[in-house]
């Protein structure tokens, strides 16, 4: 019996991707390396659209004559191109819409950069092309869809697909796979899988691809000697404000440049920083709600860094997603603002961690606001204590000079 169970524990990967049970039995990374690998992905709070999930949990309890690796993801993550890279072959198991319902295609995919390529939607192909590009290599892989018949907001399979199941896990094996249930497999000649390996288990210490590119972002910015921050927050709350505020506080003490990102296909913000007289480029997302760090490794060409001290990267709008994606920015810093609210900590606590700096703007906006300060400070010491921390004002300049002063001796 053979199958893998498989496990980011990379904080990034684990918060959107979901693997198989854990099982007790630690592996290095040698063990895994030239299995067969399937990932199941979609949504299985809509119907059909779970029944990559499925498959995967149904290959799990399937005897098996060769390791597999099983994983069970809402969406295709840049992270999979490390455990991609590693595979034999890839199977990439998904629903549709397209064709009548029950019907199983199997396509070959090969590497193609022209498919949807956000941090949320990304086709079989283009993780493929990451892969290609990121390491130099990309294994065989296969899609197989199934057209679904409900996609409605249900935790279960229509009847149609569930009695599909096993006709799918069977095509899963044979035909994309290319292993059969118990049927021993001749050895496979590379030096990386012991052929005596029977099973295949937790993985451990992934480093995403994302992450890797951020310490190439990194390792650009040291190059440079720039100070890289991340300014994550809510829409609205005054990001583009202190920005502005931040360069009439810090000029001509410091070279300022600024990155900015947005969903849609807009300069708003670019368009103010250029105004101010300082470079910045805008990344539009394309409706992603986050920037990560491939958007910025594009980005950064587009800037002269060697005459820049600090770069001011302000993130989309957004108080969970900005948290899981690591630039490479050498400080993180998170705008609160008191029209938001005080229990904000409370409810996106995940966006409150590790992070350097919390600015609360909008203090101008106190007197008219059931604002509890203790409370919302209360919060935040809870989720990381003893944070540098900037009441502000945009509107009457309140705190800019301390927080300045701040970020200026960060730089020196
Ligand atoms: N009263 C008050 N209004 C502020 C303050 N800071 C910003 N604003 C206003 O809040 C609104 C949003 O400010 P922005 O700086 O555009 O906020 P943002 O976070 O960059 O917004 P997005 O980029 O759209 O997410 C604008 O109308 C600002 O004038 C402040 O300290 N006090
Ligand atoms: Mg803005």
Not at 60 to 66: F, G, H, I, V
Not at 122 to 128: A, K, S
Not at 190 to 196: D, I, L
């Amino acid at each position: 019996m053979a199958w893998c169970v498989l496990r980011h524990t990379s904080e990034n990967a684990s918060r959107n991707t979901q693997h198989a049970t854990r099982n007790t039995q630690h592996a290095t990374r040698d063990n895994y390396l030239m299995a067969n690998l399937v990932i199941g992905y979609g949504n299985p709070l809509r119907g059909d659209d779970g029944v990559g999930w499925a498959v995967i949990e149904r290959l799990k309890q399937t005897p098996l004559a060769e390791p597999l690796m099983l994983i069970a993801s809402h969406q295709l993550l840049p992270e999979l191109t490390d455990l991609i890279r590693d595979a034999a072959q890839v199977t990439f198991v998904d629903a549709t819409v397209l064709g009548e319902p029950g019907t199983i295609r199997i396509t070959s995919i090969t590497p193609d950069l022209t498919g949807p390529a956000s941090s949320h939607q990304m086709g079989p192909g283009v993780l493929l092309a990451y892969t290609q590009e990121l390491y130099g290599c990309c294994p065989p892989a296969h899609l197989i869809t199934i057209t679904g018949a409900q996609f409605g907001y249900e935790e279960t399979l229509s009847p149609l697909i569930q009695a599909k199941l096993e006709a799918i896990c069977q095509d899963v094996l044979r035909g994309a796979c290319g292993v059969n249930q118990k049927t021993p497999h001749a050895p496979r000649t590379t030096h990386h899988a012991p052929r005596t390996m029977t099973k295949i288990t937790v993985v451990e210490e992934i480093m995403s691809a994302n992450d890797r590119l951020a310490e190439q972002n990194q390792a650009c910015l040291d190059q440079h000697g720039v100070l890289g921050l991340n300014i994550m927050a809510a829409p609205g709350s005054g990001k583009t404000s202190i920005i502005l505020r931040t360069i009439g506080a810090v000029a001509p003490r410091l070279r300022l440049g600024v990155v900015e990102g947005d969903t849609a296909p807009v300069t708003i913000d670019a368009d103010k920083i250029a105004a101010a007289g300082r470079p910045a480029v805008q990344i539009n997302t394309g409706g992603s709600c986050h920037l990560d760090a491939v958007m910025l490794a594009g980005a950064l060409p587009q800037l002269n860094l060697d005459e820049l001290d600090l770069l001011i990267v302000e993130n989309v709008g957004n108080l969970i997603c900005t948290a899981s994606f690591n630039l490479g920015t050498h400080l993180n810093v998170v705008i609160a603002s008191v029209p938001e609210g005080d229990d904000k900590p409370y409810k996106y606590p995940g966006i409150y961690r590790h992070i350097d700096a919390l600015i609360l703007n909008k203090m101008d906006l106190m007197p008219y606001i059931d604002f509890d300060m203790a409370y919302f400070r209360q919060g935040i010491e809870l989720l990381n204590p003893g944070v540098t921390f900037f009441p502000i004002s945009c509107k009457t300049g309140e705190g800019i000079n301390e927080w300045a002063t701040w970020l200026l001796e960060q730089i020196s």
